[in-house]
């Protein structure tokens, strides 16, 4: 992965030496493109006003309302005033100009440019969409000096390095409410996002409730959809904030939910019912049968009227054709038609869509199994799969690019998979060093975060979001050499504090299911416990797709954790800063000792708390993997030597403290194997 460099050529230390001191960052995300900070600030008073002036849509007067909202809760400076008029503008502490209005579209104008200094703040931007971002660049900038709030003198040139920053929500799997999708856009258009992709149908569920097909939703939706006002609603919040949203139905795959209300659609001769569990299953749209067609157009008429992003995505991921191969009608079409394989059938089943869409003004999108060789160049190919999948990450990507097609990248960005921020932060769609000629690489226009939700709910998903997708979006918007990891998580964790401010329940979701689970104990030590384990990664969580069906609890020991364990990522690099010469000796061994004492205060409360026995081990673990953690170390600071056994058996407790508890592993362990390791090499140099 990532960090597993053999070596690093000495001409590195010498550039790195030259870059600007990590103080002189800016504490903002995504990181604006040209940033010239100065040692002064402007400080900020209870009569800050801010004044707009120029061809703008009336969403920039509400967004700076909103922004000085932000900022007075922020400072707790009770502002006098809202906005001035035009008149004021001269004397407006904040000037906005912006040269015209912007359209909430694929090609968006969202550069600006934001200067600080002693003639006030001014912001200046093409559109209302650039003012809005740089709105968003300010709030971030706010810090205290000399015990009061102030803005740094500064000048920043910003403009997004892709176009297309996304993220793809599965409303089907589990289906999000309303005010998840408004505080969720928040937090995107804080991160300066532009894309909400809805994920609206799927095997568990068909969330879009439509005249034409009322049936979809009453039988294909547990009662859990939107209606077309409720979507309405969702695109206007999003326009509000320079956020275009792009519908999914994903067809002919991924339909069980479609076809519970329209069996006479489907490949086999059957009934179907909503699927509980996760994974690719067979049922599939039949694309022999015309009424499919004339079913799609209907739907497809009704959901492009109500979304006006000229996108519409198709889905047509994870076909297995396994329907398709037991259908003898089917089979006979294919024969007449010369259609050799599924994949061709799929392919003249798209190109039909395709049709269809041009036809109402939409442009198709779909995930990469879309890309045959017959596909109008006019659809952008959504790449996902990766080594997961067994094939190279971002090969559809550049085979897109390549060939003329629009492209977007998403492997490498399921936040689902629970892998931590910097794997999915060191993911460039489109690095320099990759052999890309500038008309194939003009094709590469962005990426998207997918949030695929078999295992959150509307309470859990802020935490599988936030903060990993302020990295992403941080790589979508930044300059490719923005890529300082420690860096990176050291504005990760500003962030994470700063969405709390949008409501978002990212940490505190966490926090309260613990409280429930402590069963009136105080959960210190269950915290102490959840700071260093991290969900299950990958799809091992949920094995066969069957140990979690949509009903199942959501409110349990993995659902509180999180996939970025800081505390264990401090502790196993503060332990590789003490092998070198570092005196962090007494910290680590404070930190050694509270988890070595932990499990006795867990212990309670599990007795009280029996849906946590599942933790039992974990926590045992935690406490002994902590106590030879503290043996060696102690023996290390006193260059004493450990018997070869003991380490033997340390490092065999540390081998069966990898598995699982609660669906969740232990992250420190690496650390006090670094610990070990040295014992051991100590011991054969005395040899
Ligand atoms: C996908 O993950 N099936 C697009």
Same mark, same amino acid.
């Given at each position: 992965?990532?960090?597993?460099?053999?070596?690093?050529?000495?001409?590195?230390?010498?550039?790195?030496?030259?870059?600007?001191?990590?103080?002189?960052?800016?504490?903002?995300?995504?990181?604006?493109?040209?940033?010239?900070?100065?040692?002064?600030?402007?400080?900020?008073?209870?009569?800050?006003?801010?004044?707009?002036?120029?061809?703008?849509?009336?969403?920039?007067?509400?967004?700076?309302?909103?922004?000085?909202?932000?900022?007075?809760?922020?400072? /707790? +400076? $009770?502002?006098?005033?809202?906005?001035?008029?035009?008149?004021?503008?001269?004397? @407006?502490?904040?000037? =906005? %100009? &912006?040269?015209?209005?912007?359209?909430?579209?694929?090609?968006?104008?969202?550069?600006?440019?934001?200067?600080?200094?002693?003639?006030?703040?001014?912001?200046?931007?093409?559109?209302?969409?650039?003012?809005?971002?740089?709105?968003?660049?300010?709030?971030?900038?706010?810090?205290?000096?000399?015990?009061?709030?102030?803005?740094?003198?500064?000048?920043?040139?910003?403009?997004?390095?892709?176009?297309?920053?996304?993220?793809?929500?599965?409303?089907?799997?589990?289906?999000?409410?309303?005010?998840?999708?408004?505080?969720?856009?928040?937090?995107?258009?804080?991160?300066?996002?532009?894309?909400?992709?809805?994920?609206?149908?799927?095997?568990?569920?068909?969330?879009?409730?439509?005249?034409?097909?009322?049936?979809?939703?009453?039988?294909?939706?547990? /009662? +859990? $959809?939107?209606?077309?006002?409720?979507?309405?609603?969702?695109?206007?919040?999003? @326009?509000?904030?320079? =956020? %275009? &949203?792009?519908?999914?139905?994903?067809?002919?795959?991924?339909?069980?939910?479609?076809?519970?209300?329209?069996?006479?659609?489907?490949?086999?001769?059957?009934?179907?019912?909503?699927?509980?569990?996760?994974?690719?299953?067979?049922?599939?749209?039949?694309?022999?049968?015309?009424?499919?067609?004339?079913?799609?157009?209907?739907?497809?008429?009704?959901?492009?009227?109500?979304?006006?992003?000229?996108?519409?995505?198709?889905?047509?991921?994870?076909?297995?054709?396994?329907?398709?191969?037991?259908?003898?009608?089917?089979?006979?079409?294919?024969?007449?038609?010369?259609?050799?394989?599924?994949?061709?059938?799929?392919?003249?089943?798209?190109?039909?869509?395709?049709?269809?869409?041009?036809?109402?003004?939409?442009?198709?999108?779909?995930?990469?199994?879309?890309?045959?060789?017959?596909?109008?160049?006019?659809?952008?190919?959504?790449?996902?799969?990766?080594?997961?999948?067994?094939?190279?990450?971002?090969?559809?990507?550049?085979?897109?690019?390549?060939?003329?097609?629009?492209?977007?990248?998403?492997?490498?960005?399921?936040?689902?998979?629970?892998?931590?921020?910097?794997?999915?932060?060191?993911?460039?769609?489109?690095?320099?060093?990759?052999?890309?000629?500038?008309?194939?690489?003009?094709?590469?226009?962005?990426?998207?975060?997918?949030?695929?939700?078999?295992?959150?709910?509307?309470?859990?998903?802020?935490?599988?979001?936030?903060?990993?997708?302020?990295?992403?979006?941080?790589?979508?918007?930044?300059?490719?050499?923005?890529?300082?990891?420690?860096?990176?998580?050291?504005?990760?964790?500003?962030?994470?504090?700063?969405?709390?401010?949008?409501?978002?329940?990212?940490?505190?979701?966490?926090?309260?299911?613990?409280?429930?689970?402590?069963?009136?104990?105080?959960?210190?030590?269950?915290?102490?416990?959840?700071?260093?384990?991290?969900?299950?990664?990958?799809?091992?969580?949920?094995?066969?797709?069957?140990?979690?069906?949509?009903?199942?609890?959501?409110?349990?020991?993995?659902?509180?954790?999180?996939?970025?364990?800081?505390?264990?990522?401090?502790?196993?690099?503060?332990?590789?800063?003490?092998?070198?010469?570092?005196?962090?000796?007494?910290?680590?061994?404070?930190?050694?000792?509270?988890?070595?004492?932990?499990?006795?205060?867990?212990?309670?409360?599990?007795?009280?708390?029996?849906?946590?026995?599942?933790?039992?081990?974990?926590?045992?673990?935690?406490?002994?993997?902590?106590?030879?953690?503290?043996?060696?170390?102690?023996?290390?600071?006193?260059?004493?030597?450990?018997?070869?056994?003991?380490?033997?058996?340390?490092?065999?407790?540390?081998?069966?403290?990898?598995?699982?508890?609660?669906?969740?592993?232990?992250?420190?362990?690496?650390?006090?194997?670094?610990?070990?390791?040295?014992?051991?090499?100590?011991?054969?140099?005395?040899?």
């Amino acid at each position: 992965m990532s960090r597993s460099y053999i070596f690093v050529p000495l001409v590195l230390f010498v550039l790195v030496s030259c870059l600007p001191a990590k103080a002189q960052y800016v504490n903002v995300m995504p990181y604006p493109q040209k940033v010239d900070l100065q040692d002064k600030h402007y400080f900020i008073a209870k009569d800050f006003t801010i004044a707009l002036s120029g061809d703008y849509r009336p969403r920039l007067a509400a967004q700076a309302t909103r922004f000085l909202r932000r900022l007075d809760e922020q400072t /707790g +400076l $009770f502002f006098q005033q809202f906005q001035v008029d035009g008149s004021g503008y001269k004397e @407006a502490n904040l000037k =906005i %100009r &912006v040269e015209k209005k912007g359209e909430v579209l694929p090609d968006m104008k969202e550069a600006y440019e934001l200067t600080i200094d002693d003639g006030g703040l001014h912001i200046i931007a093409d559109t209302d969409i650039g003012a809005i971002r740089a709105l968003e660049t300010l709030l971030q900038l706010v810090e205290v000096r000399e015990g009061r709030y102030a803005f740094p003198y500064v000048q920043i040139q910003d403009a997004p390095r892709f176009s297309w920053r996304g993220l793809m929500l599965d409303v089907a799997r589990h289906f999000m409410p309303l005010e998840v999708i408004y505080r969720n856009l928040d937090a995107m258009a804080a991160l300066k996002l532009n894309v909400l992709h809805l994920h609206l149908s799927d095997d568990q569920g068909f969330r879009i409730a439509t005249e034409t097909y009322p049936e979809l939703t009453e039988l294909g939706s547990d /009662g +859990l $959809f939107y209606t077309k006002a409720e979507l309405q609603k969702i695109i206007n919040y999003a @326009a509000e904030r320079g =956020i %275009r &949203v792009v519908p999914e139905i994903d067809v002919p795959g991924h339909a069980t939910a479609i076809l519970v209300s329209h069996p006479e659609l489907g490949s086999a001769d059957t009934t179907y019912q909503i699927q509980r569990y996760a994974g690719i299953f067979d049922p599939t749209l039949d694309p022999t049968n015309e009424a499919v067609y004339e079913f799609l157009e209907n739907l497809f008429e009704e959901v492009a009227a109500i979304f006006p992003d000229p996108y519409f995505h198709i889905g047509g991921d994870e076909n297995m054709g396994r329907h398709w191969d037991a259908n003898e009608k089917i089979q006979a079409f294919m024969q007449a038609r010369g259609i050799d394989t599924n994949h061709e059938l799929q392919t003249y089943f798209n190109i039909r869509i395709e049709k269809i869409l041009a036809d109402q003004n939409k442009i198709t999108m779909g995930w990469e199994e879309i890309m045959t060789p017959d596909m109008p160049k006019s659809a952008l190919i959504h790449s996902w799969r990766g080594a997961w999948e067994g094939v190279t990450p971002k090969a559809s990507l550049y085979a897109a690019a390549r060939s003329g097609y629009d492209a977007i990248l998403s492997n490498g960005y399921y936040l689902d998979l629970m892998m931590t921020a910097e794997e999915h932060y060191l993911m460039d769609p489109a690095p320099a060093s990759v052999d890309l000629d500038d008309e194939a690489r003009s094709h590469i226009l962005g990426g998207e975060m997918c949030m695929w939700s078999e295992l959150v709910t509307e309470h859990t998903i802020d935490s599988r979001l936030w903060p990993r997708g302020a990295a992403i979006a941080e790589r979508l918007w930044s300059a490719e050499e923005v890529n300082d990891v420690d860096e990176m998580y050291r504005r990760l964790s500003i962030v994470n504090q700063y969405l709390e401010r949008l409501h978002l329940k990212h940490v505190s979701e966490p926090k309260r299911i613990l409280r429930q689970l402590a069963a009136g104990h105080d959960p210190k030590p269950l915290e102490t416990l959840l700071e260093v384990v991290e969900p299950m990664k990958g799809y091992t969580r949920n094995p066969g797709g069957t140990m979690y069906a949509s009903y199942s609890p959501f409110t349990l020991w993995a659902d509180a954790a999180t996939a970025d364990a800081r505390v264990a990522r401090v502790f196993n690099e503060q332990v590789e800063a003490f092998l070198k010469g570092e005196a962090l000796h007494e910290s680590l061994k404070t930190q050694l000792i509270t988890w070595e004492a932990n499990h006795d205060q867990v212990v309670p409360i599990i007795e009280d708390s029996p849906v946590l026995k599942q933790i039992s081990n974990l926590s045992a673990n935690l406490s002994e993997a902590a106590k030879s953690g503290r043996v060696a170390l102690e023996a290390i600071v006193a260059q004493r030597e450990l018997p070869a056994e003991w380490v033997a058996r340390a490092r065999k407790q540390l081998v069966e403290a990898r598995a699982n508890g609660g669906r969740t592993e232990l992250q420190m362990l690496e650390g006090v194997e670094r610990l070990l390791d040295q014992v051991d090499y100590r011991r054969s140099a005395q040899d």
